[in-house]
């Protein structure tokens, strides 16, 4: 037996630019997408109330919405829309004058270096609050897959054609990847990438969102169509058929209960570009805590998004953004 221990793993955590040079992980405002709650009306800026810092706003806020976050050296961010009139097939989500459609309108004239993604989806157009078509060809109320394939292709289209650079379909419905890589294509927006929401889990932690984004479900639940959060296997099955069909970049939601998920996907696929959603409720508990004095908000905060890019996370859509650009240049 040696008198001294070999490897002392505390000689690299003595001196500060060692640390440094040895740190594996890195934040940086690129690594963010924000996410930004469009709503109708006019001159509206409404705080959501479980988002501390979070608002919907209508469309004449984002220009200077915009120019902020561009400022702040966040490369993107990814719309929702909160329309006027809601109908049993959401159609203001394919309207040429939908709200959404206005809003990357808005965006990008004000901030064009600003990366505008859209969440391509129906749950927060449907007055039922379902993510597409609902009958009960089955026996019981439940969304009708390809059925709502067609209207996510015009959804998805019309985004593009209101200038959205990328889009981002959340609807966990079969075969929707290679229906709107299709669909796409076919009136000539082959250049603009598809994010795939890959594995989606059924979970509560959307809980905020779905206030903030009026988009819950008024019968029953998503179970049908997102994942058991139970399953991690099934979500490599999700993200090689998304692959298969055509998705550029994959996504795991939520991220914090799924830092496992995250780093197989990493794992099976190192060499796809991989995001993750810290989704509203993961959000909401970190203010909550804050709120009360019981954590520290910036580094509990950092620590939680750095996490997530450990496990393999190329790229972050969370609510965090602003703050964290903050915190990261040190004000
Ligand atoms: C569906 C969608 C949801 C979220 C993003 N896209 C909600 C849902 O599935 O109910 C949740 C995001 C969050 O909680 O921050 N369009």
């Excluded at 609050?129 to 897959?145: A, M």
């Excluded at 990328?166 to 927006?189: C, H, K, N, V, Y």
Aim: hydrophobic share 40%; proline share 6%; charged share 25%.
């Amino acid at each position: 037996m040696p008198k001294f221990p070999t490897t002392r793993l505390r000689r690299l955590r003595q001196h500060p630019r060692v640390r440094d040079l040895v740190r594996e992980t890195r934040l940086s405002p690129h690594d963010f997408v924000l996410p930004l709650f469009i709503r109708h009306g006019q001159n509206e800026r409404i705080p959501i109330g479980s988002m501390p810092g979070n608002f919907q706003l209508t469309v004449d806020h984002l220009a200077a919405e915009a120019r902020e976050i561009a400022g702040l050296g966040i490369p993107a961010v990814i719309l929702f829309g909160i329309p006027e009139h809601k109908d049993a097939v959401g159609s203001d989500a394919y309207s040429e004058q939908g709200i959404v459609q206005q809003g990357v309108d808005a965006i990008k004239q004000a901030a064009p270096d600003l990366l505008v993604m859209t969440d391509v989806c129906f749950c927060e157009f449907t007055d039922h609050g379902h993510c597409g078509i609902v009958n009960d060809r089955h026996g019981s109320p439940d969304v009708d897959n390809d059925a709502t394939l067609e209207i996510l292709v015009k959804e998805a289209v019309s985004h593009a054609r209101a200038g959205a650079d990328l889009i981002a379909p959340s609807g966990m419905m079969d075969g929707m990847i290679q229906a709107l890589r299709t669909g796409l294509d076919g009136e000539g927006f082959e250049h603009i990438p598809i994010m795939s929401y890959a594995a989606k889990y059924s979970s509560a932690f959307y809980g905020p969102f779905r206030d903030a984004a009026e988009s819950a479900p008024q019968f029953g639940d998503r179970r049908t169509y997102q994942m058991d959060p139970a399953n991690g296997a099934e979500a490599l099955r999700e993200v090689a058929l998304d692959l298969e069909e055509g998705a550029d970049i994959l996504m795991v939601k939520p991220a914090l209960s799924y830092l496992d998920v995250i780093y197989r996907v990493k794992q099976a696929h190192p060499e796809v570009p991989l995001a993750a959603y810290n989704v509203s409720g993961e959000f909401a508990m970190v203010k909550a805590a804050a709120a009360n004095g019981w954590i520290d908000e910036q580094r509990v905060a950092l620590e939680l998004l750095l996490s997530i890019r450990r496990a393999g996370a190329d790229m972050i859509l969370t609510y965090h953004a602003k703050d964290a650009c903050r915190w990261l240049a040190g004000d």
